[in-house]
């Protein structure tokens, strides 16, 4: 059973997706121009991309340097964040590197590791490695210093070793923070993942659309940008399932579920 | 009333004098000094001497500020003194350890873990077997009345509630000795004096040693065998009173009872005494 509140906020994001088209499709129609196809042509021309067997190779590349990329960033930060956030000395080693990196765009640092590891898949999940990493390391940071200390002490009084509070206190306390970090590095990644294929041009995602653009294929274009999105829209609403179920325990309730006799 | 000196003299009346029970815990000459910048320093605990017995309950009173969590979390393990030492069982105390429990005011539970998750932490910790670990849990749950919440989440639970839990999952790891900071101090009078009952009925059952932070002086009176009288600027201790009230003692009966009403008036005019008056609760 859903409530009458519930089914329209399960229909907003349906029903905002269908007003920006119509946007664009009046708009398009007003402004006449060869570079602006309307909503429909550029829907229409989206079965043609994913019916193409090399293009779907193209974006399934993309996905793999993404997760790749997103990945090792996420295994590597959250512990270097959470020792950082832990550790005045880990803090203090870290810190001056990590502020000379974080204003960097990171897709600028990539002609330069074009130079050193090719235009191949390594550079570019190094580069989504190097776009997600901050957050995440900045969101574990701030989450592990917030852990309450009296939480830590009870856990060394149950005779926990600090490794083990690391693990099995700080970590989870964090979670929620640490999460907030990988919602964010996950667009970061394909924001990085877009921007990589536009400087190495050679396969994925990217390269198509920005091939397309070359060749003033205009309906292709917004057909992938369309793609794109979704993609987008698409893992961050599963990973905020993902990250809802995991952190349940921290979420303020809306309706409070206090009926026990 | 006794009025003892924190090192009573062992030597007097050999021949009518119960058998002492053993030291469990020795405090000797501890001294606590913040840095608190680069100029001043400031004395939380000065030079504090105090020996607690095995299986009592003592009271740790004062006003703010005087040092009484400090003085816990140094027996804790949690802080360590600027000068002197603590003991557990003549072991020089260097860090927190499963023989001391304490109970926070600020609760520190962990939020992630269900009630049932947050008692069972500590056992599954030292090695019980799953099985006997949630069996002994829920029973503590029962105990500190709260059956039928095993699986709500901290942040489902009322300030009371939330104390319970923090009470019960540090019994569940029997540790040997209670170090609980003004654990009803956040509460209302009638939660307060609830769990009040609660502890004292669990306390009666298995005597632990229990060192207990507290504001309140009927609280002090009524829960313990010894009240530590600290004074504030420098944290000192004042004086040790010992409470020779009978147990199982009965809030209803005590409150009634004139020797209960002289400690409380007692000790309250000590305080009032000094330039303290007033900034104990
Ligand atoms: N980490 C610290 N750094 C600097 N000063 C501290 C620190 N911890 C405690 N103090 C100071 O030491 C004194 C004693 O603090 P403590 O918390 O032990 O007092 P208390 O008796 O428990 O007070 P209350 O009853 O309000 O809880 C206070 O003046 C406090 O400002
Ligand atoms: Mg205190």
């Known amino acids: ?261 | 009333m006794k009025v003892v000196p924190s090192r009573s003299s062992e030597w007097v009346k050999p021949v009518t004098r119960q058998e002492p029970a053993p030291a469990i815990i020795e405090i000797d000459h501890v001294s606590q000094v913040f840095q608190t910048s680069a100029r001043r320093a400031h004395v939380a605990l000065s030079d504090i001497s105090l020996t607690i017995e095995e299986r009592a309950f003592v009271s740790i009173l004062g006003p703010s500020g005087c040092g009484k969590s400090t003085l816990l979390y140094i027996v804790g393990g949690f802080v360590s003194p600027t000068s002197g030492a603590a003991k557990m069982k003549g072991n020089a105390i260097t860090g927190p350890g499963p023989d001391r429990g304490p109970v926070f005011q600020e609760f520190a539970l962990f939020p992630w873990k269900t009630v049932l998750g947050n008692v069972m932490y500590g056992p599954r910790q030292q090695g019980v077997r799953a099985t006997d670990a949630e069996a002994q849990s829920r029973t503590l749950i029962e105990m500190v009345g709260l059956k039928g919440y095993e699986n709500f989440y901290p942040k489902e639970l009322s300030g009371g509630m939330k104390q319970r839990v923090a009470l019960a999952r540090t019994l569940a790891y029997h540790p040997e000795v209670l170090l609980m900071d003004e654990p009803f101090g956040a509460l209302d009078a009638y939660t307060r004096t609830r769990l009040q009952n609660d502890l004292l009925n669990i306390w009666e059952r298995d005597r632990k040693t229990v060192l207990f932070v507290t504001h309140s002086v009927d609280e002090a009176v009524f829960l313990s065998d010894k009240v530590v009288m600290m004074s504030k600027s420098p944290g000192r201790i004042r004086q040790v009173i010992d409470i020779d009230l009978p147990r199982p003692r009965r809030r209803s009966e005590l409150l009634l009872d004139p020797r209960y009403q002289k400690y409380v008036v007692d000790i309250e005019r000590m305080f009032d005494e000094s330039d303290e008056a007033g900034s104990l609760a």
């Open chain 1, 1 to 261: 059973m859903m409530s009458s509140a519930g089914i329209v906020k399960r229909s907003a994001p349906v029903l905002a997706c269908i007003g920006l088209l119509a946007v664009w499709q009046v708009a398009s129609l007003a402004l006449k121009n060869d570079s602006f196809p309307t909503a429909i042509e550029a829907i229409r021309a989206i079965p043609d991309i994913l019916g193409d067997k090399e293009a779907l190779v193209n974006i399934l590349a993309s996905l793999r340097r993404m997760a790749i990329g997103f990945g090792v960033a996420v295994l590597v930060s959250i512990p270097l964040g959470l020792l950082m956030g832990r550790s005045a000395a880990v803090a203090a080693f870290f810190n001056p590197l990590l502020m000379v990196i974080y204003p960097v765009p990171k897709a600028a640092l990539m002609p330069i590791i074009m130079l050193w590891l090719g235009v191949g898949d390594i550079t570019k999940s190094l580069v989504i490695f190097l776009g997600v990493s901050l957050p995440v390391i900045y969101h574990s940071f701030e989450g592990a210093k917030a852990v309450e200390e009296k939480m830590l002490w009870s856990g060394a009084a149950m005779g926990l070793s600090p490794a083990q509070r690391l693990v099995r206190i700080v970590l989870p306390a964090a979670l929620p923070e640490i999460l907030t970090g990988c919602r964010t590095g996950l667009v970061l990644a394909l924001i990085t993942m877009i921007t990589s294929e536009m400087i190495a041009r050679q396969s994925g995602a990217g390269n198509i659309l920005f091939n397309a653009l070359d060749m003033g294929q205009y309906d292709t274009v917004f057909a992938m940008i369309i793609i794109v999105g979704a993609m987008g829209i698409g893992l961050d609403a599963i990973f905020e399932r993902v990250r809802a179920r995991l952190v349940r325990w921290s979420e303020p309730q809306f309706d409070l579920p206090l009926s026990f006799s």
